[in-house]
């Protein structure tokens, strides 16, 4: 057995002669897995000094295994449970057998084989409320510090790798791993952490878009001189604490378009470079703005759930790009404070991950009160579902996608109709408008996002960065004289770099009239007034909520979008999309990965899978309904859960 340090000990603060030495954890390589080791104690585990002779060890830490809660304490029935931790877990490995704490053990420095290749010394636990699982133990003080293993960000999805404090503040995890260009993430073990009713999701591992605040981070919002510029967040963002409190592991926050305006790579992603979408062959846009969250959760098995914000289908269409659940929830359904606002009328937070089981608990946690879970219970379906801009079923997508509707009617017990969404809003669309919906929409979505962030992000960004409320001065002595000067701005009255897209957006807003925010604000609620009365109402039963379902294509695997394109220049989202509906209506909406086609890739000379999905809408508030839709279609096998990598292999 081998274990090398790389890092740094673990005496948490070390204060001498005015100097003062902070860990920050350190790293190992324990048969040629790597491992970061926690700078905060969890505990005293064994009394006295340990001898480390014949031991695994380094810098006086060794690798130990602690059994707590465990009744049966036969060699056998350890043998069984160590092979159990081996498949559920990714941290703990055979290794840490060298040294075995048991709680309840009365006799100490026995020797057992608990697997063939390793003899394990045996030792009594002396903290019995230790969670089970890998530790590495300090010989000389007897205390041990939880273990993480350390992951490859390979797709480039993260801003950066973070560490929980135990007050639930944030420290970035300071740790590397041979690789290219890349950070390194770190993930405790699962074993460490049992969900109860008060902490839904214990041990579920999350990663955070890199607009919501994180205490103890800096954020940079896809703005290298927004990182460079402001200090770390003193308080962490509402919609990332109710998750926390609910027992969430954040591991790291996640690249996103500049300021949450979609960017196409890779000439739109100047400031940070565009993850890779792993799908297909790996070059297409992972689409944006939430683009590390749809990178990493279709790359990495060992993260569960991503943190997304949606705008105008932020959440959505990265979902689709790489074919996995993700949802724009109802608007308001939690405070977005401590968020980087794009556009206060349409911002929601939600959610990216390949098991549908998990959405419900993660909805619950995030958005309290405001959501009314299904878990557990009978929801009463409705019986009406359309489906409205489906392509032809001859086409490969096409297939797929109403082989889903037959699917989801014969579970339903429904027959889906067609929608047409132009005959409807002409046939009764409030009276007073008398244009068609792409006339009336047109500048609506485009005005929205400009003129309302540039108030709140661009104009106290700008202040800031030339420092016009900089209040230091700064004092000159001049021969004869002697004077005061306001110290010049920080960067004497310069604008920092904003990419492309972001600029062209801006730039945009800047020369049409402010008249038109209150214009597009009046649209906005119009349609989605017409639309929550006249095409999708709320249901007065909550165990049906809606009046029906509507459906439409998601990604249809039809269009690769390689990132080695030449593109012209970006310019202002505008014009209508079906996506923007659920935005106006504020109500929400849902991507359900169905399947894979094989496309021509420019990249390989081969064909390549791509993702199709579906979009399911349903009325405003009714969230936890498509929640529970897509926990009981895959429990009926119409959906499915979505693996990491170059295909989604859902056949």
């Avoid at 057998?97 to 084989?113: D, F, I, M, R, Y």
């Avoid at 038109?516 to 109402?537: E, H, P, S, Y």
Wanted: net charge negative; glycine share 8%.
């Amino acid at each position: 057995m081998k274990i090398i340090a790389t890092l740094s000990l673990l005496a948490h603060v070390v204060v001498q002669a005015g100097a003062r030495l902070t860990s920050t954890g350190a790293s190992f390589e324990l048969n040629g897995t790597y491992y970061y080791v926690s700078p905060y104690s969890q505990g005293k585990a064994h009394n006295g000094p340990l001898s480390a002779e014949g031991l695994p060890h380094a810098f006086g830490l060794t690798p130990v295994t602690i059994v707590s809660g465990q009744t049966d304490l036969s060699a056998t029935a350890l043998e069984q449970l160590f092979q159990n931790w081996a498949a559920k877990d990714d941290v703990w490995q055979p290794a840490f057998l060298s040294t075995v704490l048991l709680s309840g053990q009365e006799k100490s420095n026995e020797k057992v084989a608990y697997h063939p290749e390793i003899e394990s010394m045996v030792l009594s636990l002396s903290a019995c409320s230790l969670p089970p699982g890998p530790y590495f133990l300090d010989v000389f003080s007897g205390n041990v510090f939880q273990a993480f293993r350390l992951y490859d960000d390979f797709n480039g999805a993260f801003t950066t790798s973070v560490l929980q404090t135990p007050n639930d503040t944030f420290q970035v995890l300071s740790a590397q791993i041979p690789n290219s260009a890349s950070l390194t993430i770190g993930v405790p073990s699962r074993l460490y952490f049992t969900p109860t009713d008060e902490k839904p999701l214990a041990g579920v591992r999350f990663a955070v878009k890199d607009l919501f605040s994180l205490a103890g981070i800096k954020k940079s919002n896809g703005n290298r001189a927004w990182w460079n510029l402001y200090p770390s967040a003193n308080q962490t963002a509402t919609a990332i604490q109710n998750l926390i409190d609910a027992g969430a592991i954040i591991i790291g926050t996640q690249k996103l378009s500049q300021f949450a305006n979609g960017a196409v790579p890779t000439a739109d992603w100047v400031d940070y470079h565009a993850p890779f979408n792993p799908r297909g062959d790996g070059y297409n846009d992972p689409s944006s703005s939430s683009a590390g969250a749809s990178a990493s959760i279709a790359s990495y098995s060992w993260l569960d759930i991503v943190v997304g914000s949606d705008t105008g289908g932020s959440v959505r269409w990265p979902a689709a790009a790489v074919g996995v659940y993700g949802n724009r929830p109802s608007r308001g359904l939690v405070s977005l404070e401590g968020a980087m606002p794009m556009s206060p009328t349409l911002d929601t937070a939600g959610f990216l991950l390949r098991d549908p089981t998990l959405w419900d608990a993660a909805n619950s946690a995030m958005f309290k009160s405001n959501y009314t879970s299904l878990a557990g219970k009978m929801a009463k379906y409705p019986t009406e579902v359309y489906a409205m801009g489906f392509p032809n079923k001859t086409t490969p997508a096409g297939r797929i996608l109403h082989e889903f509707t037959y699917r989801l009617g014969k579970f339903l017990n429904v027959n889906v109709k067609e929608f047409d969404l132009f005959e409807a809003w002409n046939d009764s669309r409030p009276v007073e408008i008398v244009d068609d919906i792409e006339i009336f929409t047109n500048l609506t979505y485009s005005v929205l996002i400009s003129k309302e962030q540039i108030p709140l992000v661009r104009e106290p960004f700008f202040t800031d960065y030339a420092g016009k409320h900089s209040p230091l001065f700064l004092t000159r002595f001049v021969p004869n004289s002697s004077h005061q000067y306001i110290r010049p701005a920080a960067h004497e009255r310069r604008r920092p770099f904003l990419d492309p897209t972001t600029k062209a957006r801006w730039d945009w807003s800047d020369s049409v009239p402010d008249s038109w925010l209150g214009d597009a604000r009046r649209n906005k609620t119009l349609f989605g007034d017409w639309w929550n009365t006249k095409i999708q109402t709320r249901s007065e039963d909550e165990m049906q909520c809606t009046s029906n379902f509507i459906l439409y294509p998601g990604a249809v695997g039809d269009a690769p979008s390689p990132r080695n394109i030449y593109l012209k220049s970006p310019s202002p989202p505008l014009g209508w999309f079906t996506g923007l509906i659920s935005c106006f209506a504020e109500s929400p909406d849902s991507t359900f990965p169905l399947g894979e086609i094989l496309v021509p890739s420019t990249i390989t000379g081969q064909n390549e899978t791509l993702p199709v999905t579906v979009n399911v809408m349903a009325a405003k508030g009714c969230d936890g309904v498509l929640a529970k839709l897509a926990a009981d279609l895959l429990a009926a096998g119409v959906l499915k859960v979505p693996t990491t990598g170059s295909s989604m292999a859902m056949a």
